[in-house]
């Protein structure tokens, strides 16, 4: 049996001539799934027959909400979902003034082993699908009757570790027939897989990418994130001017401030001699608090002090907004809590 909703129109075209029906069949069913429908019997433009044939060789996968946690200060939602094969995924809704965003995992857990991030506390359980990464933006358009105006692929996990799915999940969003958000409204964050970011670079141009900096120093920042190992940072960042070469489009650097750590006047003045001249942002995160890290984040008030100091050494940098914090939803706390652990 087939998930539907894994499918590109395009594979779903193959898999209509599969079963005998003509190709044109597959705009319908996609914009169906697309619009959220969960069952076949909703397609009620479709025969009865045709209906009858899909059950026998397909599905619609659905996801289960489990849990939904309400911020109280924000209107930021949290959401525990369950997958088929029993394993349990988090995404986040947030309202903006501009719009609806949703924060969505690529992954069941991760594998990059980031020393101050939770989600990667468990190891890498699994790849998400393709329809499980949009099931989980049908589930909660579905659930809070809101149309969601943008993604961030900041969730769980690394997308670029499940790059394939990923890339057919952007496609599907995007088409005219599904969600018909633009590539421009979505942002993918990597923490730094060189080789992945060269294809985007060439496969997926309008869509936004963030790249997890934390450091421009090689050592700070290997004591953090194991993949600068790998990918050393300083080949990371011809890499991401590469980027901005080949596409015109500006890149975002996500830089956490840990106390003592990253946030000193050495760091930030490596950090701005590092990106001169690049078309980029920075996004500065104070680190949130994940007890088992030991690790500290600088408050606000030093976090405005580094923007204000990045801007006059020509690099546009930004705090971000702490949404969710009261329900553990903000950057780096997305994890499956102790009881659904011990279940
Ligand atoms: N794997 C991808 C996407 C998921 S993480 C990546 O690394 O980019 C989303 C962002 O949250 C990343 O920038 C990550 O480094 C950051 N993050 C993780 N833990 C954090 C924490 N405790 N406080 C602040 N930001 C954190």
Redesign the pocket.
């Known amino acids: 049996m087939i998930n539907l909703r894994d499918l590109t129109i395009k594979e779903l075209k193959g898999f209509c001539e599969e079963i005998g029906e003509k190709p044109f069949r597959a705009k319908q069913i996609f914009s169906w799934i697309y619009k959220g429908a969960e069952s076949f019997d909703e397609m009620t433009d479709l025969s009865k027959a045709l209906r009858e044939k899909l059950k026998e060789h397909a599905y619609i996968g659905k996801l289960d909400i489990i849990r939904v946690q309400h911020s109280k200060t924000d209107g930021t939602r949290k959401y525990l979902l369950g997958l088929e094969d029993g394993n349990m995924i988090e995404s986040v809704f947030m309202k903006y003034k501009y719009g609806n965003s949703i924060?969505v995992s690529?992954q069941a857990g991760?594998r990059?082993g980031?020393k101050?991030?939770?989600?990667g506390l468990d190891g890498l359980k699994r790849d998400l699908t393709p329809g499980e990464i949009a099931g989980q933006i049908l589930t909660i358009e579905k659930d809070t009757g809101e149309k969601i105006n943008h993604i961030?692929?900041?969730?769980?996990?690394?997308?670029?570790?499940n790059y394939a799915n990923l890339k057919k999940f952007l496609i599907n969003v995007n088409d005219k027939e599904g969600l018909n958000l633009s590539m421009r409204n979505i942002t993918?964050?990597?923490?730094?897989l060189i080789p992945r970011i060269q294809d985007f670079s060439k496969e997926m141009k309008q869509v936004n990418l963030?790249?997890?900096?934390?450091s421009a120093d090689s050592e700070t920042r290997e004591s953090m994130?194991p993949?600068n190992r790998s990918y050393p940072v300083d080949d990371l960042l011809a890499a991401c001017r590469e980027y901005t070469e080949e596409t015109g489009r500006r890149i975002t650097f996500?830089y956490?401030l840990v106390k003592g750590k990253t946030d000193t006047k050495e760091q930030i003045d490596l950090l701005a001699s590092k990106l001169k001249g690049m078309l980029c942002h920075v996004n500065l995160?104070?680190?949130?608090?994940?007890k088992e890290?030991g690790?500290a984040?600088s408050n606000r008030k030093r976090a405005a002090e580094i923007a204000a100091y990045l801007e006059t050494r020509g690099i546009p940098a930004t705090v971000r907004r702490e949404l969710g914090a009261d329900i553990d939803a903000?950057?780096?706390?997305?994890r499956l809590g102790e009881q659904e652990k011990n279940k």
């Not at 993918?188 to 730094?192: D, E, F, I, P, Y």
């Not at 995160?285 to 994940?290: C, F, Y």
């Not at 903000?330 to 997305?334: H, R, T």
């Open positions: 924060c690529s991760c990059m980031c101050f991030c939770a989600s961030v692929v900041m969730g769980t996990g690394e997308p670029f570790d993918v964050s990597t923490c730094g963030a790249i997890s900096l934390h994130m993949v996500e956490a995160i104070p680190l949130n608090e994940v890290t690790l984040g903000a950057c780096g706390q997305l």
